[in-house]
């Protein structure tokens, strides 16, 4: 029982054998809100075969699975619990699947974006490539808002507090 409880709580075992590419589906919440549902139906309706099943010639198992820690770059999908690819739609999957069998597949993001860049591009005070420093936020204007927002809070606690001590000065006059 517990070689079993083992083997069918994590995902890294197969207690079957699966197919040549062993495509573990997230569908945890962040990738289920962009779209993981499109892309588990996208595969199983190209490679004619549901969840949890492998194609008759042996190559491909699919498997929903959860997060599998490449949130920011969701949906996302992992072949044989090793390799990685994200930023999916139901179109860039089932090109994702036709390169896999030609072995011409890339790794990573199916979109143009870098790694998990935001849309934004870099926004980190290094420039790795370059090694060039470069910084794209205005700190010091953030810096100046938190500090203007911060004094607005320690005078709105001080008009509560001395309301508080007016309304209980009053109570007690009664
Ligand atoms: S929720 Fe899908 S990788 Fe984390």
Same mark, same amino acid.
């Given at each position: 029982? #517990?070689?079993?409880?083992?083997?069918?709580?994590?995902?890294?075992?197969?207690?079957?054998?699966?197919? %040549?590419?062993?495509?573990?589906?997230?569908?945890?919440? =962040?990738?289920?809100?962009?779209?993981?549902?499109?892309?588990?139906?996208?595969?199983?309706?190209?490679?004619?075969? %549901?969840?949890?099943?492998?194609?008759? #010639?042996?190559?491909?198992?699919?498997?929903?699975?959860?997060?599998?820690?490449?949130?920011?770059?969701? =949906?996302?999908?992992?072949?044989?619990?090793?390799?990685?690819?994200? #930023?999916?739609? =139901?179109?860039?999957?089932?090109?994702?699947?036709?390169?896999? %069998?030609?072995?011409?597949?890339?790794?990573?993001?199916?979109?143009?974006?870098?790694?998990?860049?935001? =849309?934004?591009?870099?926004?980190?005070?290094?420039?790795?490539?370059?090694?060039?420093?470069?910084?794209?936020? #205005?700190?010091?204007?953030?810096?100046?808002?938190?500090?203007?927002?911060?004094?607005?809070?320690?005078?709105?606690?001080?008009?509560? %507090? +001395?309301? +508080?001590? +007016?309304?209980?000065?009053?109570?007690?006059?009664?």
């Amino acid at each position: 029982m #517990d070689v079993f409880e083992v083997a069918s709580f994590y995902s890294m075992f197969n207690r079957e054998k699966v197919g %040549k590419f062993h495509l573990q589906v997230c569908g945890t919440t =962040p990738c289920q809100l962009c779209g993981s549902r499109e892309i588990i139906a996208a595969c199983e309706k190209h490679l004619g075969i %549901k969840n949890s099943e492998t194609t008759a #010639d042996g190559l491909f198992t699919i498997q929903e699975v959860e997060c599998l820690g490449a949130c920011v770059n969701a =949906p996302m999908l992992q072949v044989n619990g090793e390799w990685v690819y994200e #930023d999916l739609t =139901p179109t860039n999957v089932v090109e994702l699947l036709e390169k896999l %069998k030609k072995g011409e597949e890339k790794r990573g993001p199916q979109n143009h974006r870098k790694n998990s860049e935001g =849309p934004l591009g870099r926004t980190t005070l290094k420039n790795i490539e370059t090694g060039e420093r470069k910084i794209e936020r #205005d700190f010091e204007k953030a810096k100046k808002e938190w500090l203007e927002q911060k004094e607005k809070e320690r005078i709105e606690a001080e008009k509560k %507090k +001395a309301a +508080a001590a +007016a309304a209980a000065a009053a109570a007690q006059k009664k």
